[in-house]
């Protein structure tokens, strides 16, 4: 358990000091002790696969550590249009994998 912990934490320090280096251009390797099941977070959930699943499936918000206050990643911003309807702003900035906004 104490391995585990001292890797995700590894993880999750090398991905701090890549967002505080701006546009990063070159590469960065992360061992992790295993592979998850699948890359579809629909399938399975696995602590491996959560660290490795939310950079390919980007999510339009997400949930602070520690507090769970929900805050904008992909979307700027939401309304609430309905019990099951939400309306989401993208941000500006916002490019697909190829480049493409």
Same mark, same amino acid.
């Given at each position: 358990?104490?391995?585990?912990?001292? =890797?995700?934490?590894?993880?999750?320090?090398?991905? $701090?000091? +890549?967002?505080? +280096? $701006?546009?990063? !251009? $070159?590469?960065? &390797?992360?061992? @992790? %002790?295993?592979?998850?099941?699948?890359?579809? %977070?629909?399938? &399975?959930?696995?602590?491996?696969?959560?660290?490795?699943?939310?950079? %390919?499936?980007?999510? =339009?918000? !997400?949930? /602070?550590?520690?507090?769970?206050?929900?805050?904008?990643? =992909?979307? /700027?911003?939401? /309304?609430? =249009?309905?019990?099951? !309807?939400?309306?989401?702003? @993208?941000?500006?900035?916002?490019?697909?994998?190829? $480049?493409?906004?």
């Amino acid at each position: 358990m104490k391995k585990r912990m001292a =890797l995700i934490s590894i993880f999750v320090m090398a991905l $701090g000091w +890549a967002s505080a +280096a $701006g546009a990063f !251009k $070159g590469s960065i &390797t992360i061992a @992790l %002790p295993d592979d998850p099941l699948t890359m579809d %977070p629909h399938v &399975t959930s696995s602590t491996i696969g959560w660290m490795i699943w939310q950079w %390919p499936n980007d999510s =339009l918000i !997400k949930s /602070e550590t520690g507090t769970g206050k929900i805050v904008p990643w =992909l979307a /700027e911003r939401w /309304e609430k =249009l309905g019990p099951t !309807k939400y309306k989401f702003w @993208l941000r500006r900035d916002a490019k697909f994998t190829d $480049g493409t906004p």
